[in-house]
């Protein structure tokens, strides 16, 4: 279908990142599976058809294969060691090793673990906050998003927090690489060294672990077995970085774009302090109305057709999970942010197999530090400056919030 105007997506474009709704709106009434020359992808935008995307079989979750096998020989030297740990995260693979690896994930963590990190949750939050407590204004994204989720998936995995600095460079490192919709120039050097660092990092403490367990995760990681054996050696480095990886930067901006939501909806903001029964479906309406979901991405395994198009083999797809999410098909007045809202199937965690592992820790971190800083700064407010936003094709953050906490 031809459009009026030029009908692009483009996350590069400041005015985009700011507000990429009124595109996402375009798109799924005039184009919802669109070909996007510009990015050479589709990009599809309507619930049904992102939950579809997430759904069939004909779409994998393995774009790494098929750009690997593309590069020249001295960039695919380059990129060996970082496709050796990569290739095994459970978020790329598809079944049967997928369903392995998922199974023996699911026994290390889940609900029940999570649960019982409520109160340690609630700890690292009130930790972080004391750091700020005191200040009139405060960069709550460098500040506080950044180091809570942080803090909390070190301390699951029992890593010690002072590493978190080294750490936090290796993952910026490997975040241009796998994250970024440009290419920087130093990028696959970048994420040679930072997926290098990590690994041997990893490496280490799983040797450590092996040699004398302990009541962490990777100790859990390593004993877990099923009828088809254990986790290898590199699947247990791969998934240490996956977990590190998917755990932290998702969870900030979860953190940064809800409280921005409520920045931005004085009387939503009202509503919650005076009664804080709201606070877990709070959470599921920030997840939904600016989640941290920009997209999942996905490699076309065989044509498979979706609204009248066909998507044929070796073409990427780009699923707009935070179009879905405001889709009217699927939600009354999906461009307001209504902290009661019931039902609310939105798509930040994915559905389908690949549903991310840890929606509940997540879920657990948003309403631990909504609450907190409810309670600890009656005054909550937006700090002078602008706010900053990601430039990213998979994932939708703030990387700046002035926050005035008094
Ligand atoms: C608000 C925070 C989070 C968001 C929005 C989020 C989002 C997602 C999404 C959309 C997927 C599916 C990707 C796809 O289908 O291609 C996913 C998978 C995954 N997530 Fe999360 N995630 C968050 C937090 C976490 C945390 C805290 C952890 C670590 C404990 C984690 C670990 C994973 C893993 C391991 C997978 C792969 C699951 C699989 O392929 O079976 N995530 N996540």
């Known amino acids: 279908m031809s459009v009026a105007a030029p009908l692009v997506f483009d996350p590069a474009d400041e005015a985009v990142r700011r507000n990429p709704f009124a595109v996402f709106a375009r798109l799924r009434d005039e184009d919802p599976v669109h070909w996007s020359p510009a990015l050479k992808t589709w990009v599809v935008t309507r619930y049904d058809d992102v939950r579809d995307v997430a759904m069939t079989a004909d779409l994998s979750p393995n774009r790494l294969a098929p750009f690997y096998a593309s590069l ?21 693979r598809d079944p049967p090793e ?13 609900p029940k ?54 750490i936090k460079v290796w993952s910026d490192d490997m975040r241009t690489f796998i994250g970024t919709s440009r290419g920087e120039p130093a990028r696959y050097e970048r994420v040679q060294r930072g997926a290098h660092a990590m690994a041997a990092f ?23 077995t099923d009828d088809e054996g254990r986790l290898s050696e590199d699947e247990l480095v ?6 590190l990886f998917g755990g932290h930067e998702t969870t900030t901006s979860l953190l940064t774009n809800g409280v921005n939501a409520l920045l931005e909806h004085p009387g939503e903001l009202a509503r919650l302090r005076a009664d804080p029964a709201l606070l877990e479906s709070a959470v599921e309406e920030f997840l939904r109305y600016d989640g941290p979901s920009l997209s999942i991405a996905r490699v076309v395994a065989q044509d498979h057709e979706l609204g009248g198009r066909v998507l044929a083999r070796g073409e990427r797809v780009y699923a707009m999970v935070s179009a879905a999410n405001r889709d009217p098909r699927q939600f009354e007045r999906p461009d307001t942010l209504d902290l009661g809202r019931s039902p609310n199937r939105h798509l930040t965690f994915g559905f ?10 997540a879920r657990l971190e948003g309403q631990a530090c909504v609450a907190a800083l409810l309670e600890r700064f009656p005054r909550l407010a937006r700090g002078a400056g602008e706010p900053q936003w990601l430039d990213a094709m998979v994932m939708r953050g703030l990387t700046r919030l002035p926050l005035r906490l008094a």
């Open 352 to 361: 389908g197999i690949h549903f991310c592992l840890g929606a509940p820790l």
């Open 202 to 224: 990893f490496r280490e403490a799983i040797a450590e672990r092996r040699a004398e367990p302990r009541d962490d995760v990777i100790s859990r990681m390593i004993a877990a």
């Open 72 to 92: 020249r020989d001295e960039r695919r030297s380059m990129l060996a060691e970082v496709m050796r740990y990569l290739s095994v995260w459970l978020v790329f």
């Open 238 to 243: 791969g998934t240490c970085m996956l977990i």
């Open 113 to 166: 673990l999570v649960a019982a990190m409520r109160p340690s949750i609630r700890r690292v939050v009130d930790e972080v906050l004391d750091r700020v407590a005191g200040r009139d204004e405060i960069d709550f994204a460098s500040e506080v998003a950044a180091l809570v989720p942080a803090w909390v998936i070190l301390d699951m995995l029992g890593i010690p927090r002072e590493r978190f600095d080294e």
């Open 98 to 110: 997928h369903t392995r690896l998922r199974r023996l994930l699911n026994g290390v963590v889940n």
